[in-house]
């Protein structure tokens, strides 16, 4: 089997963090990785493609639908980084190739098969597309000021309510990358061991809110991307603080991804991107 790497750290962390707390809100990952059971995955913001194809690559079962609003950043993915073409979607939801070319076919092993981009904004793709329940959704989107766009963690938007819906609403979890603001006359001190600034608290009660207000379990917390000004966001609808301290929280976390670990096998591992930084939300 091909292994793709993930080079780009904000992006080991999401989905070291994200796929982490999936399997701690009791998801068999096992049979997802196997290709026994099917993962939906959806990804808003798809740079070069390298977090899509991994995440297909190394899950089995994985089926991901990727959000790009930028046409240009599409076309590009496919000419200079060699992402399939065979997975981009029309906007009546058909392949815009009717089969994969030859390329794709050697290349990617079926693996294209299981990807489908899209140009849309992710407000628009969210809103009509009510029959997806999603287990997990990376979300890396900025605009061209490269700030995460207040559309996308609006508690009282239309958008919101909608991710609600598509978000699985028994262990569904969003993985959010999120620029640091912490420093040190910042940072919320009312609340202990709280490593992250105001801002990314706001965006996290934003999401509390318009994701779990109605839900009978749920966690958010934020890690500290290492060696980058980044924050990755989690927000799971199947984990629980049930009473425990951070670090408690922080050392199941850490147990558990040892467990996914060995379960994906892949070349680095998630307990490097639980360490440091856990601020419980």
């Avoid at 994969?100 to 294209?112: A, K, L, N, T």
């Amino acid at each position: 089997r091909t292994v793709f790497f993930l080079i780009v750290t904000d992006l080991k962390s999401m989905v070291s963090v994200g796929l982490t707390s999936l399997a701690a809100s009791k998801y068999d990952l096992t049979s997802a990785a196997i290709g026994k059971k099917q993962m939906r995955i959806l990804c808003v913001g798809h740079g070069g493609g390298s977090l899509p194809l991994f995440l297909a690559n190394h899950i089995l079962g994985a089926l991901v639908d990727i959000v790009e609003i930028d046409p240009v950043v599409i076309s590009e993915s496919v000419r200079a980084m060699g992402f399939p073409a065979f997975s981009v979607m029309t906007a009546t939801g058909k392949r815009a190739l009717p089969t994969p070319d030859i390329i794709d076919q050697v290349m990617w092993r079926g693996i294209h098969e299981r990807l489908f981009l899209y140009e849309s904004e992710a407000k628009e793709f969210i809103l009509n597309n009510q029959n997806n329940s999603y287990d997990i959704i990376f979300m890396d989107a900025y605009d061209g000021a490269d700030i995460f766009p207040h559309s996308l963690w609006d508690s009282d938007s239309l958008f919101m309510k909608a991710l609600s819906e598509r978000l699985h609403h028994e262990h569904g979890t969003l993985v959010v990358n999120l620029h640091s603001d912490a420093n040190i006359s910042d940072l919320d001190r009312s609340i202990e061991g709280v490593t992250t600034g105001k801002y990314v608290r706001k965006v996290g009660k934003a999401y509390k809110k318009g994701l779990m207000e109605n839900e009978r379990n749920g966690l958010v917390f934020s890690c500290e991307v290492p060696w980058l000004c980044n924050v990755s966001l989690v927000v799971s609808r199947g984990m629980s603080s049930d009473g425990r301290h951070r670090d408690q929280i922080k050392t199941s976390l850490m147990k558990t991804s040892l467990e996914v670990d060995k379960i994906l096998r892949l070349p680095f591992s998630f307990l490097d991107y639980l360490k440091t930084g856990l601020a419980i939300i």
